[in-house]
């Protein structure tokens, strides 16, 4: 499926996301839904995404990935804390560690790996999957402090 052309992702993941490097010794990251793009720099807010899933894909140096702490990213689907959820019972409690680490993604730099209609589903199914995303977008916006 093509990425709609207002979308501020990249068309392939040459550098690395946070610090542009082309450096030889990087890992791609794939694991990433569309909603983390609400915590890079200058991503798609999850409102933003519309009757869309999918996931984001990004290349990170060596440098970046062990020494700036994004290694934390790895294999990592939600942007909400298990352990906080589990107990608290607060159901968009973030990870704090890894939003930061997404914050230091220039999205401009990020692609769009897998990206599907939300057709498939159900009217409820996608209204869930859109009152989530409204509340996701929330949590991260306080996070970050914006109004």
Same mark, same amino acid.
């Given at each position: 499926?093509?990425?709609?052309?207002?979308?501020?992702?990249?068309?392939?993941?040459?550098?690395?996301?946070?610090?542009?490097?082309?450096?030889?010794?990087?890992?791609?990251?794939?694991?990433?839904?569309?909603?983390?793009?609400? !915590?890079?720099?200058?991503?798609?807010?999850?409102?933003?995404?519309?009757?869309?899933?999918?996931?984001?894909?990004?290349?990170?140096?060596?440098?970046?990935?062990?020494?700036?702490?994004?290694?934390?990213?790895?294999?990592?689907?939600?942007?909400?804390?298990?352990?906080?959820?589990?107990?608290?019972?607060?159901?968009?409690?973030?990870?704090?560690?890894?939003?930061?680490?997404? !914050?230091?993604?220039?999205?401009?730099?990020? !692609?769009?790996?897998?990206?599907?209609?939300?057709?498939?589903?159900?009217?409820?199914?996608?209204?869930?999957?859109?009152?989530?995303?409204?509340?996701?977008? !929330?949590?991260?916006?306080?996070?970050?402090?914006?109004?």
């Amino acid at each position: 499926m093509e990425v709609p052309d207002d979308w501020p992702y990249a068309d392939e993941p040459t550098v690395c996301a946070a610090c542009g490097s082309d450096d030889d010794r990087y890992v791609t990251v794939e694991s990433l839904g569309l909603v983390w793009g609400a !915590a890079m720099d200058g991503g798609l807010a999850p409102t933003a995404v519309g009757d869309y899933s999918g996931t984001l894909r990004f290349r990170c140096c060596h440098d970046c990935w062990t020494e700036e702490g994004l290694a934390v990213l790895e294999d990592t689907q939600t942007l909400v804390d298990r352990e906080a959820r589990a107990e608290g019972g607060h159901p968009f409690a973030l990870d704090d560690e890894q939003v930061a680490a997404a !914050a230091r993604l220039d999205a401009e730099r990020v !692609a769009v790996g897998d990206l599907r209609p939300l057709d498939y589903r159900s009217d409820p199914e996608r209204e869930h999957v859109r009152s989530q995303d409204e509340a996701a977008e !929330a949590v991260l916006d306080s996070w970050f402090g914006r109004e």
